[in-house]
Nanobody, 122 residues
């Protein structure tokens, strides 16, 4: 069973930065998603199993960076120039081990962490 544990959320002012971490029980293709109150869970970023490929949603491109430390099973989301609309619970997710590539679809991620709250004040 794949276990994912997020950390690093918190309260920050607009324009500030946070780095989220996701500790996984192995190396998998991973994604970050977020869910704001009353909204659907949406894709934020994804990284391939080896780390060579990354993809981002248009709303965070150029501000957020996903990266990983292979061998440690840890994936990061560096969030810069944060905006109030980035406020949400952020979840990391993992694909089945046979899939190495990135995916935008939450349906391709069977494993999820518990989420970490990010609040950006204006």
């Amino acid at each position: 069973q794949v276990q994912l544990v997020e950390s690093g959320g918190g309260l920050v002012q607009a324009g500030g930065s946070l780095r989220l971490s996701c500790a996984a029980s192995g190396d998998y293709a991973m994604g970050w998603f977020r869910q704001a109150p009353g909204k659907e869970r949406e894709f934020v970023a994804a990284i391939s199993r080896g780390g060579a490929n990354t993809v981002y949603s248009d709303s965070v491109k150029g501000r957020f960076t996903i990266s990983r430390e292979n061998g440690k099973g840890t994936v990061y989301l560096q969030m810069n120039s944060l905006k109030p609309e980035d406020t949400a619970v952020y979840y990391c997710a993992a694909r089945f081990g046979m899939f190495r590539g990135t995916s935008y679809s939450k349906d391709d991620y069977p494993y999820w962490g518990q989420g970490t709250q990010v609040t950006v004040s204006s």
